[in-house]
């Protein structure tokens, strides 16, 4: 009787796996190049079509969080004591 319960369980289990595994693919990727982003700033909006090839930071803070996302900007500026982010 034991047997039979687990066999069912079992069964039911996979079951319930072959139904579920279809479902866990990965969603397509989206088109990054044909994105528009749109910024508010204080001077207005800011309009950016496509991915950014050539990045220029005017921080160290700017030129942290570029880096830190695994970016390597083209441009950035030299801080007072003449450091530069790690290369």
């Known amino acids: 009787m034991l047997q039979k319960k687990w066999t069912s369980l ?3 289990l996979m079951a319930l796996f072959v139904l579920l595994v279809p ?3 990965p969603a397509a990727p989206v ?4 994105k528009t982003r749109v910024f508010k700033t204080e ?11 050539r990045i220029v930071t005017l921080s160290m803070a700017g030129t942290d969080a570029v880096v830190t996302l695994g970016l390597k900007p083209v441009g950035y500026t030299i801080s007072n004591s003449g450091t530069v982010p790690c290369e």
């Open 43 to 53: 001077l207005g909006k800011l309009v950016i079509k496509g991915t950014p090839k």
């Open 31 to 34: 088109e990054a190049a044909s």
């Open 23 to 25: 479902l866990a693919q």
């Open 10 to 12: 079992l069964a039911m």
